[in-house]
Every structure is written in C-alpha cells, then in structure tokens.
C-alpha cells in the first residue's frame, strides 16, 4: 500500500519504511500508509520562515483576503469529492458537511473580516489610539501589531480533518505567518486530498502551507521564539508537548484545544410540554450522534433537575431509538462509525469507568444493528445514554468516553448546578435551556469562568441558534483548565495570536510615518487643492482642508430647533440654560456645530468624493455659545484602497472657535474613486 508523501519544501516528500496503516472506519480496509522517516523537520520549518513568510508580508491584509476568498470559493467546487472521501472516516453526509463546509465557511469568514476589518493598504495593525505620553503632544505612544517570522504549526485531532486544519490555517495566512499541517493519523488521508487541492489550485505564495504525513518526529527541536504551536486533541498530549524542553526554553506560543467534559444545564422551568425542554432533549441528543459524538465540545453531562430526570431519560432514549446506525452511503443511516476500532475500543474502555458510577438507560456498548455494514468489521457503536444516582462520583466529570455518550446528572438547586458544571475543571462549552432570564443570567455568571462559550438555548433564539459547541469563526473557540487554556478562532483575535503587540514610542511626525496613519500633532499640508478634488491616487495622508470662521447666531439655534424638534431646554431657555452646571446660558445644537461644519468643508462641486459613509467617535468637547466663530480642520487620516474604483477616507476633523479651544472632535468617512474623472 502506498505511503502518503508530505508536502515540504515546495514538493511532494514521501517518507520511507512501511509506515503505519489508515483504516476505512465502515469496512476495515486498508487506504494507505503514514510514514515521515527521511522527512527533513528542521528544513520544513526553515522552508516555511525562510520562503513563505516573506511572501506573506509582501502582501497587503486586502490582498491576503482575496487569496483566502478566492481559496474558500475553489475549495467549495470540490467539495463532493470531498464528500466522498469522508464517508470513509464514518462520517454521514451530515457529518461532511459540518466538517467540509465548515472549515471552509471559516475561510471566507476570515477573508470577509480582513476585507472589511483590517487596514487594506498596510500590514500593520493599530491597537487602540495614540496615548500622550508628554504635556505638550510631541511625545506619544501608539500599540501596533505586525506578524510574527515564524511558522504556525498545527498538531490537529482526527475528529475534523477539514474543519481543524482550515480554521488554524485561515487567521494565520490573513496575519501574514505561513502554516505546517500535521494531521492525527486516523483521518490523515482526508486532511492529505485537502493539502493537495490547496497546491493544486496554484493559489498561494509557496512556503505558506506545507504538510506532514505522519509522526512529527523531532520537529518541535527547532521551533523558535517566532514559531507558534496550535494542538488539538487529548489534555495528557496536550501537557506533553506544552512542557517540551525548545517549547519551554524558548517560550513558544502554544495554544492548547483539549477534549472537555463540556455540561448543558436544564432550568428547572423546562418541564415536559414547554418547548425548552424539546429542545434540550434534541439537542442531547444530537450532540450524541452527530460525528458518532466526536467532538470536543459534545455534551458529556447533562445536567437535569432531580425532578425532571425520569422524564429527559425516556425521551431521550425515545430519540436515540429511532437513531439509524451503519454505513454513512445509506440515505436512512444518521450516525456512521467512529473513526477506527482503536478509538471505538477506547470508548469501549472509558465507558467501563462510567459504568461502575452510573447505570445505562439506553444503549449497549457491545453491541449495536447496523445498516448495509459489517458491525464487527466497521467502528460501529450505539449511543449510550447513562444515568449517575450520586452527581458527585469523581468519576464522571473526570473520565471522558470520546464518542456517543452522554451522562444524565441530577441537581436539586440552582447552586448546585453551577457547582457540578465546575467539576468539569474547565470547558469549550456549555449550554443553558431555559425560558427564565433571571435564571439563565445567575447561571452564566455562576459557570462562565469555567467555560469558552456559553449558548443560551430557549424559544426566542432556537430557530437561528447553531447549536451547542459548533465553532463560529466570529467567536472564541477553546477554554480555561482542562479544556486546554487557549483560544481559536475568535474573529480578529485570532489574528492577533499569531502577530506581536509592541508599544511604539515617538513623535507623532515618526508614529504616523510607521503607522501610515496620520497622528494628532504631526505635519498638515495645506495646499491651494481642496482635498475633496484629489481621488484615492492622488490623495496623501495628512492632507488637510482649512475653512471658516462661520459665525452661529442666535437665530441659527432657534432655526434649528424648530426644523428638528430637538427643543431640549439648554438650546432653549436661556435662565434654564444658565443654571446649568456646564452651560452660561443657551447652547447651539451639537449636531448643528456638525452641520456647519460640513458646510464649511464640503466641497460641492462633483468630483472624485462620491460618498459621506459615517462619522465616527464624536465627541463634543466645548459649548458653543451665539456670536462664537466656529472653524473646521479636515486632514485625510487614513486612506484605504478596496475592490473596485474606490476606496475609504478617513477624516480627522477639529472645528475650533475664535479661541482655539476644540468645541467638536470626530472622524469623517468617505468613499474617493480611485482615479478621476471616472475611467
């Protein structure tokens, strides 16, 4: 049989010797072989800092997202071949899917945010705003983050072989840092095909994905202080690799996915008829069968009112009976196998601890009728729902059967519930069914710093909820004490995690020259050209419009007053205005000092301005009292190129009075066309 190659250095290794086999988890069969002997670590890894880095950050964030875009959209036209090369791995075409489309919706999530989210024009990141670090703005202290010259190597479970590489690999390319794929080795032929498609759409600078086919051999001996390590898969693992002698001496990042004894609690309102408790019963269930249970974040223990746990085990176990188990090619079949006969052997073993605790409800670990399959040669297993009598045997919020299995534990006070879903030691996640607010929120403060994610399931959100512990790109993604202590995913978080943050001192003259950001105090140029007449090519930052003084009157402010309806008194009377603390009398609007403002600086004829898209940050910092001169200052701040003809401006705008004192400071967005006139 043949041995998988690893993909480093830019071509296709295969590694020598037998290598170790890769089971179809429905027939037995062999489908190949994983060996990384004569793979050269150290060069991979060189490969990658050496090649694929600096490619990476030649890019723009914009032009990152459009590779991840156009990657996410190719990896979707092969998703039936996919498809098809899962089922062997045991997964129902349900099961695929919520891996496959998955990872590959964390892609385009990912290149959607670094579109919308990131500077477009820049590889460097702004953390917050400048803080003046002197009296007189000349010295200022600005976060950024840039990427770090490593590499991000991923060690992913066999439980999502698509998913797990993909959502690693998505935050780590948009930061500029090329990644190392080492797949677990059930399920590394599907992870492999998906490495493949990846090279063979020609789409990314090379060095900035390689993959290994096997053991990691010495691989962690060279990781640097610019590598990072992501790991999914067991706590032992896990605390092994953290602990290796280079990860400890040289402080790599390591960021931990472990397995969970993840808790969903019934409110004591959910009983039987209410449509929460349906859907807790639903969604145990499904937590038990989807990806034969597993997944990291599945219910392991259900935790149910004492006077609710006859009702949740019979209708439970009513849905797990009509649970069709076999092979995942069946269209009647909704659970498949696990993924091999060790794993499925592993359960088998774990379940023994929890036996001598708990009783089963339903389910037989030995033995289970399958469709269109061979039960002893495929990984099959039934869904075992069990019961503990004593909610606080060690036992069963410490051992983890890593398959369809579920614990129904009894609590009798809200206290006690949030007292037992601790026990976990830490969570992916956690789930809360219940109809009551109050209650939901005593629960979610009581377990949050136990957990990562927290759903609140009820009648309002159900028909949008994604469900218990599926993954969203957009949220963290891991959890506190035994469930690893670090996170993926997370949005731009999980960009950040795989660049450095450093606290830049300077002037603002060198601060906006390293951000590319104008900064409050550095150089405007003021020129006979509005800047609204330049478009996005001729535009520079710092760029500045002066214009004024416009005088408000009385008249301006009870004008403005009756045309909106804002009558607010400090606009209004003048004796109420007076006894204001703030106020000496009658205010203008602040939104009418906003309005001058924009006629002052706007220029009206067409040209390449094509938008006014927001204002951001406003803050109003001085009354503006009848006979003040207001005066506006509009600098081109930052300025964004985006797909098409245009781009995005953005503003810093100051409107002064006659004593230079800031009585408005805010942010002005506008879309520019990219050249003008028009093409």
């Known amino acids: 049989m043949a041995v998988l190659p690893s993909f480093v250095g830019g071509s296709w ?22 060996s990384t002997a004569g793979v050269d670590m150290a060069s991979a890894l060189a490969h990658g800092r050496g090649v694929g880095g600096p490619a990476l950050r030649e890019l723009t964030f914009a032009q990152r997202a459009a590779l991840l875009k156009a990657l996410g959209s190719f990896l979707r036209e092969q998703r039936e071949e996919l498809y098809a090369l899962s089922a062997r791995t045991g997964a129902t075409l349900g099961d695929s899917k919520f891996d496959i489309d998955g990872g590959i919706g964390v892609v385009l999530t990912y290149a959607s945010k670094g579109k919308r989210e990131l500077p477009a024009g820049s590889s460097v990141i702004l953390d917050g705003p400048a803080e003046p670090l002197g009296k007189g703005g000349t010295f200022l202290g600005q976060h950024i983050w840039t990427p770090l010259q490593g590499v991000a190597v991923q060690i992913n479970a066999f439980n999502f072989p698509v998913w797990g590489p993909l959502e690693k690999f998505a935050p780590a390319f948009l930061a500029g840092v090329p990644s190392l794929i080492k797949p677990a080795s ?43 390590v992501g790991f999914t898969g067991s706590a032992s693992t896990a605390a092994k690799l953290r602990t290796h002698p280079t990860v400890v001496a040289n402080a790599v990042r390591f960021t931990a996915e472990a397995d969970s004894l993840n808790c969903s609690i019934l409110g004591p309102d959910a009983e039987p008829g209410t449509p929460e408790f349906d859907l807790y019963v639903k969604a145990l269930t499904s937590e038990m069968t989807v990806k034969a249970g597993q997944k990291c974040t599945a219910i392991r223990r259900a935790l149910v009112p004492n006077t609710l746990l006859d009702a ?17 090619a069946n269209p009647d079949v909704r ?15 774990s379940l023994k601890a929890l036996t001598d605790v708990a009783t089963i409800v339903f389910g037989d670990p030995e033995h289970v009728d399958v469709v269109d399959a061979d039960a002893g040669r495929g990984a099959f297993m039934s869904p075992v729902l069990l019961r503990a009598d004593d909610a606080n045997r060690e036992e069963i919020h410490s051992v983890e059967a890593f398959g369809p299995v579920s614990t129904l534990i009894g609590y009798d006070t809200v206290a006690d519930a949030i007292a037992l879903a601790a026990r976990g030691k830490g969570s992916l996640a956690g789930s809360i069914v219940t109809a009551d607010a109050d209650l939901a929120r ?13 759903l609140v399931l009820e009648r309002d959100d159900a028909a949008e909820s994604t469900g218990h512990g599926s993954p969203l790109p957009n949220l963290v993604h891991g959890g506190p004490g035994r469930a690893g202590g670090g996170e993926e995913l997370g949005g731009l978080r999980g960009v950040h995690h795989h660049m450095q943050r450093t606290a830049i001192q300077a002037s603002p003259r060198v601060l906006t020259a390293i951000t590319g950001q104008w900064t409050a105090g550095a150089a405007r140029d003021v020129t006979d050209e509005h800047p609204f007449r330049k478009s996005l090519a001729d535009l520079r930052v710092g760029d500045t419009v002066i214009a004024g003084p416009r005088a408000i009157r009385l008249a ?52 390449p301005v094509l938008a006014n898209y927001g204002l951001e940050n406003l803050r109003f910092l001085t009354p503006a009292y009848p006979g003040d001169e207001l005066t506006v200052t509009l600098t081109a ?16 705008a100051d409107v002064t009075k006659q004593d230079g004192s800031s009585v408005a400071k805010y942010d002005v967005l506008t879309l520019v066309a990219k050249q003008w006139p028009a093409a």
């Open 335 to 349: 659970m498949g196998a696990l993924a091999g006969l060790e794993q499925r052997e592993e359960v088998r073993r």
């Open 13 to 34: 290794t295969p590694g020598s010797g037998e290598g170790a086999p890769m089971l179809d988890a429905v027939t037995g069969e062999e489908i190949a072989r994983l």
């Open 186 to 228: 059930p399920t590394a032929y599907l992870t492999h095909r998906l490495v493949e498609l990846i090279v063979e759409s020609g789409l990314l600078p090379e060095g900035s994905v390689q993959f290994i086919a096997g053991s990691p051999g010495d691989l962690f001996d060279h990781l640097t202080e610019q590598d990072l």
């Open 312 to 328: 949740v085990a019979e209708a439970a176990g009513a849905r797990l009976a009509k649970v069709v188990v076999g092979n995942p």
């Open 637 to 652: 701040k930052a300025i964004t190129p985006r797909e098409g003809d245009y781009g995005e401006v953005r503003w810093d």
């Open 556 to 607: 301006d402010i009870d004008h403005f007053a009756d045309f909106t309806g804002d009558t607010f008194y400090a606009h209004t009377d003048e004796e109420a205005a007076a006894a204001n603390p703030f106020f000496d009398g009658r205010v203008a609007h602040g939104y009418l000092v906003v309005s001058f403002a924009a006629g002052l600086f706007v220029d009206p004829e067409p040209g």
């Open 442 to 454: 005593r629960i979610v403060l009581g377990v949050a710093p136990w957990h990562g994610r927290l």
